[in-house]
């Protein structure tokens, strides 16, 4: 995943162990240089005991032949102007003394020690004299290598139990509201996880309660409303004139709305679309247009769908369209790929700056509307609700020479 959290963790155990590893050696590599340093030190003093400066040549051979027995090494003594002054075993060339070197070129140790009146003591030995100069930052890289190793199951097990958490947040902010996310363990993402179920059950419940409410009350609504046209409609010494027809026209305008919100509601708990046939999008454009005195051009393009929901969704583009845009409206059919594509337009002021996808949000009124100037109400709305509802998407452009036009792109039957 992108910026994944999992490298970002497993990066910084990594990192954490180097530098523990290497401040761990550096410390270790300081302590071993002191120790080496005072062993140095009693060394030196021992050979320089064993070896006074006033011996004569056979006691000074006696002592370093003793002295190689002992340790089984070779052993030089050489003058402060380089002369041999004793040897036991193979003597120990000049040339490979270093005060420096601590191994000898055919694998041996080779101890050096200069004495206070000038002298070099140079010893070949099989084994080392003293504590053993290893390098320990090698066993804490082999230690932080086998830690890393072992947290890397660690560290992604718990961001892949992170992972599925945020796909399940996005599954369910993309509608899916019945989504719920699996809870494992007792730790911290396990809370957060049985959290966002709750929360998600919870939404879900009154998103559902208010959904029934608002489909029940629409149901409700319209007997009441189907009785005060029976009404008006008997009347016939009642009131005529404007007045009846604006009473006649607001009783259509809601029995529209209560037709359209429970259009809505019934989308919103369908999965699938319970009527599916091939239609023409074109023929089925042009006869809504001939009823709404809109221009319709284009060529046959055929998709799969619901006719009465299709034709919806044209018919409430076209009355979007004369409502709230301008003449002249036009609609147009072509065919793009495997695409079916309708765009409705018109010429008016076009939609207000920052509206952006809002404009297909359920009753959206744009910032500084008036409410009597009204909002788009849920025709937009249950366009986008009908194109989901056949694989389709729709957005709105905004031609350069004004207007708005609405596409909806279908998908294409073979």
Not at 331 to 346: F, I, N, Q, Y
């Amino acid at each position: 995943m992108r910026n994944s959290l999992f490298v970002k963790i497993y990066l910084t155990v990594l990192a954490s162990l180097a530098v523990v590893a290497i401040a761990s050696g550096m410390f270790v590599r300081m302590g071993m240089e002191r120790e080496h340093a005072g062993w140095s030190d009693r060394r030196d003093a021992f050979i320089a005991a064993m070896l006074p400066a006033d011996s004569d040549p056979a006691s000074l051979n006696a002592t370093v032949q003793r002295l190689s027995a002992a340790f089984d090494a070779d052993i030089s003594v050489y003058g402060p102007q380089g002369r041999l002054l004793a040897a036991a075993g193979r003597p120990v060339p000049q040339d490979e003394i270093g005060f420096r070197r601590r191994m000898h070129p055919g694998g041996h140790h080779l101890l050096v020690s200069k004495l206070p009146d000038g002298r070099v003591v140079a010893a070949r030995l099989r084994m080392p004299f003293g504590p053993a100069g290893r390098n320990p930052l090698g066993y804490l890289a082999l230690i932080a290598g086998v830690i890393g190793l072992a947290a890397f199951p660690v560290v992604r097990h718990l961001t892949r139990r992170l992972e599925a958490l945020r796909q399940g947040v996005d599954r369910w902010g993309e509608g899916a509201l019945d989504t719920r996310v699996a809870v494992r363990g007792n730790d911290e993402v396990a809370a957060v996880a049985a959290s966002f179920n709750r929360a998600a059950e919870q939404i879900e419940r009154l998103l559902a309660a208010h959904r029934s409410l608002l489909a029940n009350a629409s149901h409700e609504l319209r007997s009441p409303l189907a009785r005060l046209r029976m009404a008006i409609d008997l009347d016939e010494e009642g009131q005529s004139g404007p007045v009846r027809d604006e009473i006649v026209r607001d009783l259509s305008e809601l029995d529209a709305l209560v037709e359209e919100i429970l259009l809505a509601s019934r989308l919103d708990h369908i999965e699938k679309l319970e009527r599916v046939e091939p239609v023409d999008l074109l023929a089925l454009t042009a006869e809504e247009g001939a009823r709404s005195g809109v221009d319709v051009s284009g060529e046959p393009g055929g998709v799969s769908g619901d006719p009465k929901l299709l034709t919806r969704l044209v018919r409430n583009l076209m009355q979007n369209a004369q409502r709230h845009g301008g003449p002249p409206v036009s609609a147009h059919v072509r065919t793009e790929g495997s695409s079916v594509v309708l765009k409705v337009c018109d010429h008016g002021p076009g939609l207000p700056e920052g509206t952006g996808e809002r404009v297909f949000e359920p009753f959206f009124r744009p910032q500084g509307r008036s409410e009597t100037a009204g909002g788009w109400g849920l025709g937009l709305s249950l366009v986008r609700q009908i194109a989901l509802h056949h694989g389709a998407t729709v957005h709105h452009e905004s031609p350069p020479g004004g207007g708005a036009c609405f596409v909806v792109t279908f998908p294409a039957t073979s």
